[in-house]
Nanobody, 123 residues
């Protein structure tokens, strides 16, 4: 079992930055792939970024060059640095983890989920 808790969301103006954190407890965090997803009202939950246990990353096209996923296994924490935020980035952001062998962009492959943190970007 892995428990995930997100933090760092909030209200920011367009062009601003936020850093989301995903604190993990339970089994060894370092063996898990970690993903960030987001869900806006009335929309499906969509992939944002993922990082493997070894540090390989994948970012959605919509956030490439603006968002960066990272992790610190010694602190059992994952991060999502979000720069140049746009109003369309407004959503609830969720951290997720899975122990599969490949980096996944599909929410169906993630076993563990946090409760989400709200990010609101004003224009």
């Amino acid at each position: 079992q892995v428990q995930l808790v997100e933090s760092g969301g909030g209200l920011v103006q367009a062009g601003g930055s936020l850093r989301l954190s995903c604190a993990a407890s339970g089994r060894t965090f370092g063996i898990y792939n970690v993903g960030w997803f987001r869900q806006a009202p009335g929309e499906e939950r969509e992939f944002v970024a993922a990082i493997s246990w070894s540090g390989t990353t994948n970012h959605a096209n919509s956030v490439k060059g603006r968002f960066t996923i990272s992790r610190d296994n010694a602190k059992n924490t994952g991060y999502l640095q979000m720069n140049s935020l746009k109003p369309e980035d407004t959503a609830a952001y969720y951290c997720a983890a899975h122990s599969g062998s490949r980096l996944s962009t599909s929410r169906n492959e993630y076993t563990y989920w946090g409760q989400g943190t709200q990010v609101t970007v004003s224009s």
